[in-house]
């Protein structure tokens, strides 16, 4: 029925009223709040519902319409338990609104809900989240009104109230025919561009005339020809209330867009609509007008906001605003001192904020925020030099402040929460009930005796939150971004019986009334119970003689569960209720009973302040929800004298020690023990406790992140700081490292040189002796560890004389136990690419330098042919010098060899041929190996080219052909694949007729043919003939 009510899709957001998605629902753990001290209820925002919203309390603010529908009885609607019945007559709309209508009247909650009657528009989830135009919406929901009301006493409700004529005439200036035509209307729009007001907009539209002359005539159905004439427009029929929509919107053709209208335009609270009306002369009471609502646009033409201002009729809300008026003289006198009196003191700037929140508590840090955006100057700014941080001083006015728990919420109490809200409105101070007048019972009640005047209060309806406001303020309406859209005026004649004043129960069904009474009195048992709930504390009792004292806390000697008894009691009960009920709980207790505040730390249950003062709340005495409390006689626990108190806190310190090494490198490297240590202990103390044989004890200044840079050393002058005056804290690490370690750390500037994490061993194995004296040692290192470093330690472990550490040096161990290329000395682990655990030699002989290479080498190209020997050269060195070491090293001379590198399968491969390149230019790396091969290289861009040749064959296989002989020598010659230095294979092993007719140099670019013609003439010098 109401269709696609806009086409542009709602899009902006203002002041969070459209939501963002999903659809608001309450929470179901605790009922709705009641209704504020305006009396009045709002309506909830289902995502984009506000105009919606604006236009359901204009109406429901028109006590005729209101009425008119409440008098519409199930005999003629149906009821809405009939409407799944398929046979019921169930007119669903007007049964959701009277229901609305009512809940909004008499219902005690703050904000009502749509969504039923937004379902029997058929609606969906989408519709609800997308905002449309209230002016359609209001032509739209009459209609549907209408057609549902077809048949009933209410078929002409609409048209009763809202319905109007215009007549518009034309004049002929020769026979003075009238020609007239009349257009009925439930609402006038009139325009608002080029318009100053709505007097001016409506003399344009029903005062002015428009003539037909010169060039544009008018053809008179009389005389029959195109005559002189003139239009107007007039009002002939008014209805009791005047709908007036305003064209804020609207399209320009230039740009080709669409722009809002947000120039001033005025319009009256009174207004006497006789000079456009047909008939003129009625009394003049029966063309006055007064403005009872406004409906107002807030954003632009794609979207925005609406709310609405309403003139409370029938008095229904209280009205309470402070009268600026009258104190406007004081307050400009004393504005002044108060800011003065404000910057000094804080307290009421903070009530003010938190007055103003509809939740109980929000986040302190929120708080902060909401101080910066009202003075403009955040806490630490303004007040911070003079009262501290803000949370402290929230913390030293419990009287006023109730701060959770954890201390990271905070409100008003309740007291102070009331008496500033009454004195921010000037009210008098007044019990609940008294100040929320709705009766919730059957019975009539007298009207309320009113302060003011009647029906000139004004309130402001947005969505769920209602406030007064006066007069004046719609003349902030007239123009900006924030805007009139639609005014609503009644008939001043429309007077309203006393009885409907403060009454709103007046003219509501006996079944909704009943409705309403039941739904209010579950309300009510509701918010009693979540009352209960919300006060309710849960205390958790740890009975001292389930505990005993150990390791500097409290642990149970039974489990948890058998250890601690749970009490639920209300937290405003006195401290002598608590012990009142715990020594109910406890029948067999004797003696004295104390209750001290305790609280589980890691270490186990420590005890804090003992609760004193019986006739002091629970509340008071800041008791929360989930309290430990021990229960005992307030000297010893099993015979065990405990400290009390926070000086005493036990701490668990982790304490890291050098571990003993896992073969392979892998693993933890260091042990790690837990300790319990209270707050108060010395770091003398914890010396003695923790490296009684003397030691260093080191810190970690950042918690988990136990990067090396980052561990602090314990020096003598710290050793009279307690455990908490240096920091340490429960988790902290503390590592201890005895005298042989002690060269992790950097003496000059206390820290640590090395993580401990990457603490680990080397194993070194001495090869400098006789094979009997052979034994392994671990060296303890890290990766940054120089190699020089771990010689010495070597040989002072392995007690070999100081003189050796300049004619020795360290080798890598391979897995079959080969003595691997030694390492540069100043090198690190890292460097030299060692993995911890490694297995190292120490060997005689020096070890190369970071600018020299160790090289193996051998003689000829099979590697079982010589000895592999070794030799140390600069990586500067060209290939023909160190060819020349090697040669001399291998007693061998001449210049008829050369050098190539081994390849993957332990073969003389690719050859050194740039004979006068370096080594590090070669990339020839440290422990590669080289083989001495015997022949020259063939120069530049040449290559030598073994030959062979194919003896005739004397036998033929039968049915062979040419092909397949070619075929079948092709897999034979594999056979001959063999390296340049490589004596030729005996071809008769093979099964062919060739012969090795040796090698040729040729050019690489040289082609086939010039291949083939060298390849000729060693055979025919040698063979005298040709193939």
Known sequence: MFGDLFEEDFSFIANNHCGKGKKSKPRESEPPAPRDFTNLSGIKNQGGTCYLNSLLQTLLFTPEFREALFSLGPEELGTLDDSRKPDAKVRIIPLQLQRLFAQLLLLDQQAASTTDLTESFGWSSHEEMRQHDVQELNRILFSALETSLVGTSGHDLINRLYHGIVVNQIVCKECKNVSERQEDFLDLTVAVKGVA???????????????????????????????????????????????????????????????????????????????????????????????????????????????????????????????????????????????????????????????????????????????????????????????????????????????????????????????????????????????????????????????????????????????????????????????????????????????????????????????????????????????????????????????????????????????????????????????????????????????????????????????????????????????????????????????????????????LRLAEHNEGGKGQHFSEAQHVFSCSTSLGQLHSALAPAGGIILKNGSGADREAKNWEVFHEEDMKETVRSVGLRDGCSVLILDSHDQSFVNVASGNLTAFTYDISWLQVKNFCGVEEEEKHIKITATIETVMADIKMKAIRELQLEEELASESCLRPVSGNGKLLSPVPEDYTVKEAELKMGSLLGLCRGKAPTSTQLFLYFMVGSDQNCGPEMEIVVEETASVRECLNLMLEKSGLSGDNWHLRRLDWCYEAGEALSQENATLKELNVCRGDTLVITEGKLPGKGFLEIPIWWLKPSSHKKHGENAQDQVNGITWKMEALQVSAAAAPPEPTRLGLDLCYAGRIEIAGEASLEDLKMQSVVPWHLCHGHWL
């Open 197 to 655: 007001g709505l007097e001016e907009a409506l003399w344009n539209m029903y005062v002015e005339e428009e003539y037909f002359e010169n060039d544009n005539l008018y053809r008179c159905g009389a005389c029959d020809k195109l005559v002189e004439a003139s239009k107007s427009a007039k009002l002939r029929k008014l209805p009791p209330f005047l709908t007036i929509s305003l064209l804020r919107f609207n399209f320009d053709f230039e740009k080709c867009e669409r722009y809002k209208e947000t120039s001033c335009y005025t319009f009256p609270i009174q207004i006497n609509l006789r000079p456009f009306c047909e008939q003129t002369e009625m009394d003049d009471s029966e063309y006055m007008y007064e403005l009872f609502s406004v409906i107002i646009h807030k954003g632009g033409c794609y979207g925005g906001h609406y709310h609405v201002y309403i003139r409370d009729v029938d008095e229904l809300g209280n009205w309470q605003l402070q009268e600026e008026e009258d104190g406007l003289i004081e307050e400009k006198a004393l504005r002044d001192t108060e800011n003065a009196k404000e910057t000094e003191n804080p307290l009421a700037v903070l009530k003010g904020i938190l007055s103003e929140e509809e939740a109980k508590q929000i986040p302190v840090d929120q708080l902060g925020q909401k101080l910066l955006e009202k003075k403009g100057m955040s806490w630490n700014k303004k007040y911070r030099k003079q009262y501290g941080a803000l949370r402290k001083y929230l913390q030293n006015h419990p009287q006023i402040f109730q701060l959770s728990p954890d201390g990271n919420k905070v409100g008003l109490k309740e007291t102070h929460k009331l008496l500033f809200k009454l004195d921010s409105h000037g009210q008098n101070l007044q019990s609940p009930s008294q100040k929320n007048d709705v009766q919730w019972n059957c019975e009539k009640t007298p009207p309320r005796p009113r302060a003011t005047s009647a029906g000139c209060h004004w309130f402001d309806l947005n969505d769920s939150k209602v406030q007064p406001i006066k007069e004046k303020d719609i003349e902030k309406q007239f123009q900006g971004k924030e805007s009139a859209y639609m005014l609503f005026y009644r008939k001043a004649q429309l007077k309203r019986p006393p009885e409907a004043r403060g009454n709103p129960r007046y003219q509501i069904p006996e079944h909704l009334l009943n409705e309403m009474n039941a739904a209010n009195t579950e309300l009510q048992k509701k918010r009693a119970e979540c009352d209960s709930a919300n006060n309710g504390i849960d205390l958790h009792l740890h009975l001292s003689s389930c505990y005993k004292f150990h390791n500097g806390a409290l642990h149970p000697s039974l489990s948890w569960k058998e250890s601690v008894v749970d009490l639920t009691i209300d937290r405003r009960k006195t401290l002598g209720d608590l012990r009142q009920a715990v020594f109910q709980m406890l029948e067999s207790w004797e003696g004295d009973m104390v209750l001290s505040m305790a609280k589980p730390l890691p270490a186990g249950l420590h005890l804090y302040q003992v609760l004193d003062g019986d006739e002091l709340t629970l509340d008071g005495i800041g008791l929360a929800d989930g309290a430990d409390i021990f229960v005992w006689n307030g000297k010893e626990v099993g015979g065990t004298k405990v400290l009390t108190g926070p000086e005493h806190e036990p701490v668990v310190l982790n304490v």
